[in-house]
């Protein structure tokens, strides 16, 4: 089993900074994508960031050069620091992992809990 673990989050003024992880643990042989998706109320949940274990990104046009992922392979941990937060940005933030629990294994798809984000204006 593969545990996603979040901390982070809380609340910040408008241009602020907050910085989100994510560690992985249990039994995992490999994680091949790590990322951030965020849920705004009654809005679907949309991609934010998202990291290959190559170190490749993708960012939702709505966050680019504002929000940089990274992540550390040998810690099984994915970071969201979020730079310039606007109201809008306001969400549950969740972690997702893509991977398997032994060698040439199936991958699946790991969510850690939430957590909120709130930006005042």
């Known amino acids: 089993q593969v545990r996603l673990v979040v901390s982070g989050g809380g609340l910040v003024q408008a241009g602020g900074s907050l910085r989100l992880s994510c560690a992985a643990s249990?039994?995992?042989?490999?994680?091949?994508?790590m990322g951030w998706y965020r849920q705004a109320p009654g809005k679907q949940r949309e991609s934010v960031a998202v990291i290959i274990s190559g170190g490749s990104t993708n960012y939702a046009d709505s966050v680019k050069g504002r929000f940089t992922i990274s992540r550390d392979n040998a810690k099984n941990t994915v970071y969201l620091q979020m730079n310039s937060l606007k109201p809008e940005d306001t969400a549950v933030y969740y972690c997702?992992?893509?991977?398997?629990?032994?060698?040439?294994?199936?991958?699946?798809?790991?969510w850690g809990q939430g957590t909120q984000v709130t930006v005042s204006s």
């Open positions: 997702n992992a893509v991977g398997s629990t032994y060698h040439s294994g199936p991958m699946y798809n790991y």
């Open positions: 249990g039994s995992i042989f490999s994680i091949n994508t």
